[in-house]
């Protein structure tokens, strides 16, 4: 890209620029020293209009810099993101594991539960059973006879 003259040097600008000749003779100089400064002055003139004139570039930032930008910002959020979701879903998972295991526990604890009741009464029985008689220990010899008439 390059910068017209017009857009740095207009007419009022140059009209602000003292004539050399004019200011060398008013400070009152020998002419071997008004030459020179007179000649130092137009080169720098000159080379101020130079560098003016000269084309430049300009640093424009491309479509593909800014879309390259753009993409590595949003795959680092998508990254982001991905990784806090795997974390809240890892938890979730183990919560749900956790949670399954301890309703596993409590049913195998709720089983054991009633086998040992189970078990336990049936030894109770057992015991009732071993201890009790229909008929106490006086009264057993007639009971005999009893149960020896019925069969006959």
């Excluded at 050399?20 to 130092?40: C, H, K, M, W």
């Excluded at 890892?90 to 089983?111: S, T, V, Y």
């Excluded at 008929?135 to 005999?144: F, G, H, S």
């Amino acid at each position: 890209m390059s910068f017209d003259r017009g857009l740095f040097e207009t007419e009022g600008e140059r009209g602000k620029r003292v004539r050399p000749e004019i200011e060398v003779a008013e400070a009152g100089l020998d002419p071997e020293t008004q030459s020179a400064l007179r000649n130092f002055r137009r080169s720098v003139h000159a080379w101020s209009d130079a560098s003016n004139l000269r084309p430049r570039s300009v640093a424009v930032a491309t479509k593909r810099r800014v879309l390259r930008v753009a993409a590595a910002w949003t795959l680092g959020g998508l990254l982001i993101a991905g990784g806090v979701e795997g974390g809240f879903l890892e938890k979730q998972h183990r919560q749900e594991r956790l949670r399954l295991a301890a309703a596993r526990d409590a049913e195998l604890q709720r089983q054991s539960r009633e086998e040992r009741t189970r078990e336990a009464e049936q030894e109770l029985a057992q015991v009732d059973r071993d201890i009790s008689r229909q008929v106490p220990d006086a009264l057993e010899p007639l009971a005999r006879l009893m149960t020896a008439d019925e069969s006959q």
